[in-house]
């Protein structure tokens, strides 16, 4: 199988290590900056916008397509033009080929979901975006699920929870605090990877929830986080406390927001995850701040 990763970032160059060498890969960028990481992953390195269809004529022709590109952590209007132009652009693009690609993974996030007041979410339970960004992701899931099969490709979606891993260890925010009450639901970089590789590879489901075991309770992860490395436990603070201080609006939403991610679809379908908890997952950096 080859595969084309639209976007071949942080999640995107981990996919393409694991990929490799039973599968050839494309690791497309935008930035000519990024394209060194993604050879050294053994992949081809293509440099490509995502929202320009004479760039993605470089990009050959593959047996599936993964689209992974970030639109930076800018706003909502620079997300929709990434997430849902240039996801159309793509789909457009390599649909119209003379051999277009079987499937498309298309990489979104679990803030689609929105408030549940910490209640349980899972692949049936409604979409219910508050922010102007989430919205957009909602509506490129639609692009990925409605937009694809037109094209006789099989669209799916991997919701991604709040991602961790090597470089993106929130060390110093939850030793330090104040930390506020809520839960974290999160997922390690490479089980990320391993996910969307799960959804290439082993099954032709069109939605999953890529999150680990356990949805951590915020107090609860700090301090064993402090425990783990031995210091004094971090404040805590309730969401009454932390919204008695000036905050953006979108803080505010943030504070507010809470849910519970469940991953028993992915599990039953037989995936194994490398870190099924921030316990395994964390370990590295504890050990290298040791």
């Known amino acids: 199988m080859r595969v084309a990763i639209l976007g071949c970032g942080y999640v995107g ?18 930035s000519g900056a990024g394209l060194a990481a993604v050879e050294a992953t053994g992949a081809e390195a293509v440099r490509a916008d995502v929202t320009d269809p004479a760039a993605l004529e470089r990009v050959p022709d593959v047996d599936a397509l993964v689209f992974a590109a970030s639109s930076g952590g800018r706003g909502a209007e ?14 457009e693009a390599f649909g119209a080929r003379e051999s277009p690609p079987e499937r498309l993974v298309y990489t979104s996030s679990t803030g689609v979901y929105g408030d549940h007041d910490g209640g349980w979410v899972d692949e049936a339970t409604p979409l219910d975006p508050t922010t102007a960004k989430t919205e957009v992701l909602a509506e490129a899931e639609r692009v990925a699920r409605e937009l694809a099969p037109e094209f006789g490709i099989d669209g799916a979606v991997a919701r991604f929870a709040g991602l961790y891993g090597p470089d993106r260890y929130r060390l110093d925010r939850y030793l330090e605090g104040p930390v506020t009450e809520g839960y974290l639901n999160m997922i390690h970089r490479d089980d990320a990877a391993g996910v969307v590789r799960f959804m290439l590879e082993s099954t032709d489901e069109e939605l999953l929830l890529a ?5 951590a309770d ?10 783990a490395c031995g210091v004094e436990r971090p ?13 953006s609006a979108a803080a505010r939403r943030r ?15 037989g995936y194994e995850f490398r870190y099924p908890t921030y316990r395994e997952g964390y370990r590295p950096a504890v050990e290298a701040r040791s």
């Open 13 to 30: 160059c981990e996919l393409a290590r694991q990929l490799r060498p039973a599968h050839d890969v494309v690791g497309v960028r935008r």
């Open 78 to 91: 620079a997300a929709e033009r990434v997430y849902v132009d240039g996801l159309r652009t793509a789909i």
């Open 211 to 215: 999150v680990d075991d356990e949805p």
């Open 218 to 227: 915020k107090w609860a992860f700090a301090d064993w986080l402090a425990d």
């Open 235 to 247: 404040p805590k603070r309730t969401k009454a406390e932390r919204l008695e201080d000036d905050l």
């Open 255 to 269: 504070i507010r927001t809470s849910k519970r991610c469940s991953n028993d679809r992915l599990r039953a379908l």
